[in-house]
């Protein structure tokens, strides 16, 4: 990451320094210092130009600070170069770009009502269908969106803003996504018949593609009897840890959540669909399991119950998501990782 942020500054200072050089320039200078890694003399000699009354050099340098600020993670210092040149030219076609930016470093810094209010701003004021260069007009709804139902839990907030995306002119394959994290937070609020018919929906309008799979994944889970749910974390970790230890499949199948069960490897894309999707590869390696549990690890969205000693000979970790459902503590995933895998991060 820090290479390729380190190469995408050298790229903005070639491409500020194209063009006959009578003298050499600051901008010059301060590329003279990167490709020796004086990364802070390339700082120092580029400060001074914030103070420039031209709008494509100061975007120039600001963006080459923002990007040398941001592999040294310092997210304040990052924020004030934006504000140099937002502040300097409020209705350049580059603020709103750099203003989206200043609201996901916000995020960041955890400054999450101040990063919703630029994105209120975003959408309100300098983001129209006719003035929206860089195409921000969505992702800014999905992240005020995100921040509503993440960090305030504003559930209802967050459909509101997610509603009056819809209805606007997207692609097909966006909107059936869009709708999909409408009926999520419906069955958050509770209201589980407007989510099916929202999912429902989505499955009716286009076959075969990520979404419409998705949806009806979700229709399995809601339309089906939660017998693998428990209303104690301890219990379902229990029930697991004796399955995974008596080799029993069929248990194993009982426990896993219907619908949406997921699959993948630590540090990569998960694969989504019904526990049937693992049940060949349990049944490879589960005769030969002598499992050792661990205590159950904390995460964002519930807890992991880890097992090493698991034999497939590239994973010897397994990961087992338990999650706080509609109906109670729910086996919703599996996730394949290593001693040697998690040693590289």
Known sequence: ??????????????????????????????????????????????????????????????????????????????????????????DSTMTPLYLYWVAKLEENRGQHERAQNIYRDLIGNRLTKS???????????????????????????AIQVLEHLLQAPIHQEERNRIMNQVGMLYEKIGNVDRAKNIYREVVAILPDCPARNFAALRLIYLESEPTWARQDLQTLANELQAAFSGKDLAVLGSLAKAGDFWFGLMYSEFEVGEFALIESYLAEYLPYTTPVFRELEKKENGYHLKI???????????????????????WTGVILSSHELESLF
Not at 143 to 155: G, P, T, V
Not at 310 to 323: C, F, G, Q, T, V
Request: glycine share 4%; with cysteine; hydrophobic share 40%.
């Open 1 to 90: 990451m820090k290479a390729f942020c380190r190469s995408l500054v050298l790229g903005l200072i070639f491409l500020a320094s194209a063009g006959p050089v009578i003298a050499l320039d600051p901008i010059d200078q301060a590329q003279l210092f990167l490709e020796k890694g004086l990364d802070q003399r390339a700082i120092e000699t580029l400060l001074p130009l914030l103070e420039s009354k031209d709008e494509e050099r100061l975007s120039q340098v600001v963006e080459i600070l923002y990007s040398l600020y941001s592999l040294k993670s310092d997210t304040a210092r990052s924020i004030e170069v934006l504000e140099t040149f937002i502040h300097r030219f409020p």
């Open 131 to 157: 003035k929206d260069p860089y195409n921000l007009l969505s992702s800014v709804y999905e992240d005020l969106a995100y921040s509503l139902e993440k960090n305030q839990k504003d559930f209802p907030g």
């Open 308 to 330: 090493e000693n698991w034999p497939d000979p590239e994973y010897d970790i397994m990961y087992l998501s338990i999650e706080e459902g509609r109906n109670g503590w729910e």
